[in-house]
């Protein structure tokens, strides 16, 4: 949310614009220029500004006495300041009046007055360095701000490190420097990130507002722009401010198509944001990858087999499938492979303590064994009639030292021990990650998970080109938030020859108020912090819903999924309980594989379509888990009484 | 000045909240009034829904208990329709997103309009998400309250400056429900957003008696008690007119 200064106020007409469209500085310029005000006249113009407006003071290398005079006196409430200050004037100027400082930043002026300053302001003009290069050179680097600004000379924080050698060794080192960073300025520029909110000024007008918003700095400061012939102009004043407003209100963020956002309560937002910062902080870092691929291949099992199943394949008689062995990762499902990159980030965030929420428990017990792994403190929200549903799992979770709490709000399910999930991270976000499980929430977390599971159709499609060299006819995966068949799909998108096929939940049968299944008889809606696809009533009241699968018993469906379903890159189909507890079975006696009763489903809608496919096609169906903790449950739906 | 507003001139007001149609309509109605009378200056209606994510146990189970005893917005836009005959008190909405869009926002909004509504209070639609209700609501006169937590920090500057009504300033972290103990954040938050707009600021999120009420009418304009009512009404169901006049009647003297 990009904040607004219009600096050079110097008229009482000026005062009088500013006050209609409120932007949140204002600037007087107290140092030579065709706008500079005398004492007196800033007193005058700030005794007619409103009070919501908080005025700068602009000064270059003033005494200090006049800038604690101005604040104290409350003609200012910020002092900016653009000649060669120091570090030592600074602490002076903090000492006599602690007025808070925006800092222009310039060539040599050290890390210390970074430090010192609580804003700091980069100009595009001038930077410092008198060549002059334009707003596009900033916003290409930013938020690598400090990286370009290190690199064009304007901190010296290698001094230090450099103490007590030789200067013929302080030169090599500069050298070297110099090089390295513009070697690695893209990839480690992070570490230079300055910390500091920072302004971004510099003939900010109309014409190129947006660009200079899409860098993300904390305010833009705006002041030719703002005027027509030298003095400002009442409309340039409104329309600038109001892009800035509109630009917070923006519906573009985490957007799949009109699906996603961040529908949550304030108190949450803070979190999300703060995630959504730090995710992109590390999503791209080469040690985070490297940590995470680490572990995937040494912990998780990855990659995971793409396996030919030659006995299915025959026996349905039609195109060729293969089986993206996800059951065979650690803990028996794709789950995993989110958990370990978000509990790894959350490492990275210092968070010391991990929730989630849990339907058939597969992501739980992931999230369980990935905190016991890291040393995390974990929790875990699972409804009450999923604890019943899968007692197993619950035990296995409190084995691996995490403690669950059986939700018995609502109805009992998914839905609500995603409800209490949220809840508890209002309460303690500080120390505390929600590792969301599925494709689904508020943004970021559709991204988050969506990348994290996409290594599953990273490898089919390498796994699948070096076996077959092409590319698959289709690729099917069971829906419930959607988290593997994302995954299954992501890689394959752009790739239009692929069919995808997400699987959802029928219960007793789409037509029966018993049933999971979102696309077939969901509406747009906005629940759990995202616009999406919902089981509703006529009055927005989200609808029990129901599966034999406690993973698919949700209510709703990722965003992207939504968009792929409507813009019609992706096509999904409703399998019963009856469908998927044959192709259990199934699966079991033909391949010796016991799915999860949540992939089982895709493994039905594999045996009805692939006869109608030609031999020359090649099926992949994901098998997102395996089948044990479901053995019981089937035997119950068999009529045969197996106790656990 | 909007309605909402103009009933904080010159006092510190107390808002309370219950939720429609627990334990029924009818109790819900005669509780609005009773609530006018104690001397409220705004009253929140919960319109209940299945999932309250910002919601607490109390007001969790009061959404349940009134589905379950099948209160709908209609249901809800009749009784307000048939207060209005002689509430003049603002009267406001709170519920969730969905309640209003899966119901068609504009058609909500027209609804809100023909019963005498003055406004909502989404807790789900934060800032960035606002504008696709901002603008049905305000062709139809109806203000949206903008609502800033503890760990809004510097979102505060922005969303202030642009709220209408009053601000909804939650006292702490987490969901609805009764605190024995408020923190210092309060106070902090309503000066921060005090600094940048002029609206009225209105404390609510644990607050339960009227020694609480008292402390934070010192610095808020406005005092929000839900949970500590809902409580009351779950306790006396359809006879809790007069226990909940009586606690109301004790806040409004606490913080005249």
């Not at chain 1, 006599?96 to 060539?107: E, G």
């Not at chain 1, 003939?203 to 660009?211: E, F, K, R």
């Amino acid at each position: 949310m990009a904040k607004i200064k219009i600096c050079g106020i110097c008229r009482k007409e000026d005062v009088r614009y500013v006050n209609s469209a409120l932007p949140d500085y204002i600037g007087f310029v107290f140092a030579p220029s065709k706008r500079r005000v005398t004492h007196a006249q800033a007193a005058e113009l700030r005794s007619l500004l409103d009070s919501r407006i908080i005025p700068v003071g602009v000064f270059v290398n003033a005494p200090i006495d006049e800038i604690a005079e101005l604040y104290k006196s409350g003609v200012i409430q910020i002092a900016q300041l653009h000649g060669g200050e120091n570090a030592d004037y600074i602490r002076k100027l903090k000492d006599v009046c602690n007025v808070p400082i925006i800092q222009a930043l310039r060539r040599g002026c050290g890390d210390s007055i970074c430090d010192l300053a609580d804003y700091v302001l980069f100009d595009s003009s001038k930077g410092g360095t008198g060549t002059p290069f334009d707003l596009g050179d900033v916003v290409n680097t930013v938020p690598h701000l400090k990286a370009l600004l290190d690199l064009r000379g304007f901190f010296s924080s290698d001094k230090a490190e450099d103490e007590g050698l030789p200067s013929q060794v302080k030169e090599d080192n500069a050298v070297r420097r110099k090089k390295d960073r513009k070697d690695t300025m893209v990839l480690s520029a992070e570490q230079y990130m300055c910390d500091k909110p920072w302004f971004l000024a510099g003939g900010i007008d109309a014409g190129n507002i947006d660009t200079a918003l899409s860098a993300a700095p904390y305010a833009v400061d705006c002041s030719s722009g703002a005027e027509t012939d030298g003095v400002k102009d009442e409309t340039k004043i409104h329309a600038l401010t109001e892009r800035v407003r509109n630009e917070a209100k923006r519906l573009n963020k985490g957007r799949f198509g009109q699906f996603g956002g961040q529908y949550i309560p304030e108190t949450l937002m803070s979190a999300v944001l703060e995630l959504e910062r730090e995710y992109l902080k590390y999503k791209n870092d080469s040690e985070f990858t490297a940590e995470l691929n680490e572990l995937l291949a040494q912990y998780a099992g990855r990659p995971s087999r793409l396996y030919y199943a030659e006995k299915m394949t025959r026996d349905l008689g039609g195109a060729k499938i293969y089986l993206k062995r996800e059951d065979l990762n650690h803990t028996g499902s794709h789950k995993l492979n989110n958990v370990l990159g978000q509990i790894l980030l959350a490492k990275k965030m210092g968070k010391t303590r991990v929730i989630a929420e849990t339907g058939a428990g597969q992501h739980g017990v992931a999230t369980a064994t990935v905190a016991a792994l890291m040393d995390m403190e974990c929790e875990i929200f699972m409804g009450k009639e999923d604890t019943e549903r899968q007692a197993l799992n619950v035990y296995r979770m409190e084995l691996l030292g995490a403690k669950v709490n059986a939700v018995t709000s609502g109805t009992a399910t998914l839905k609500d021990a995603v409800n209490a999930t949220m809840r508890e991270w209002a309460a303690r976000m500080n120390d505390t990650h929600y590792v969301l499980g599925s494709v689904m929430g508020p943004h970021p977390f559709p991204t988050i998970v969506r990348d994290f599971q996409a290594v599953i159709s990273r490898e089919i499609k390498e796994q699948l080109l070096s076996k077959e060299g092409r590319l698959p006819d289709a690729v099917l995966a069971c829906v419930g938030g959607g988290s593997n068949a994302i995954g299954s799909f992501y890689e394959f998108i752009k790739d239009e020859t692929v069919a995808l096929i997400g699987c959802e939940a029928a219960g007793k049968g789409v037509d029966t108020p018993q049933n999971a299944a979102t696309i077939a008889n969901g509406r747009t809606g906005v629940f759990h912090g995202m616009k999406s696809l919902f089981c509703q009533d006529d009055f927005g009241q989200i609808a029990p819903v129901y599966s034999i699968s406690a993973g698919l018993d949700y209510p709703g469906i990722g965003p992207e999924h939504a968009d792929l379903f409507e813009t019609g890159r992706a096509s999904y189909v409703a399998v019963t309980d009856d469908e998927a507890v044959d192709a259990f079975e199934y699966l079991s006696r033909t391949e010796g594989i016991i799915p999860a009763i949540e992939s089982a489903h895709a493994v039905a809608y594999a045996r009805k379509l692939a006869p109608t496919m030609d031999k020359d096609k090649i099926m992949v169906v994901t098998v997102s888990g395996r089948g044990d903790k479901d053995v019981a449950a089937i035997a119950r739906y068999r009529g045969i009484d197996v106790h656990e | 000045m909007s309605r909402i507003t103009d009933a904080f001139k010159d006092k510190r007001v107390f808002i309370p909240f219950i939720t429609g149609g627990d334990p029924d309509i009818e109790t819900t109605e005669k509780l609005v009034r009773v609530l006018a009378k104690a001397g409220a200056g705004v009253i929140e209606i919960g319109i209940p829904f299945s999932d309250p994510v910002a919601e607490g146990e109390v007001i969790q189970a009061a959404d349940e208990r009134a589905l379950k005893a099948g209160c709908t917005v209609d249901k809800l836009f009749s009784m307000v329709t048939r207060l209005r005959e002689d509430v003049t008190t603002p009267l406001l909405f709170m519920t969730y997103y969905n309640a209003i869009f899966g119901y068609g926002t504009e058609r909500f909004i027209e609804k809100c309009v023909q019963c005498g509504i003055d406004g909502l209070i989404v807790p789900d639609l934060p800032f960035e998400e606002m504008g696709e209700l901002l603008a049905p609501a305000h062709e139809g006169g109806i203000e949206v309250i903008s609502l800033i937590a503890p760990t809004s920090d510097e979102r505060i500057d922005t969303i202030a400056r642009q709220s209408e009504g009053f601000l909804y300033c939650v006292s702490s972290l987490g969901v609805t429900g009764v605190r024995g103990q408020l923190g210092g954040l309060a106070k902090h938050m309503v000066e921060r957003a005090k600094r940048v707009t002029a609206t009225p600021c209105a404390v609510g999120f644990g607050v339960s008696n009227a020694e609480q009420a008292a402390e934070i009418a010192k610095f808020a304009d406005g005092v929000i008690v839900g949970s500590a009512i809902v409580r009351l009404v779950a306790e006396y169901k359809t006879a809790s007119e007069q226990p909940v006049f009586d606690f109301a009647k004790g806040i409004v003297e606490a913080i005249s």
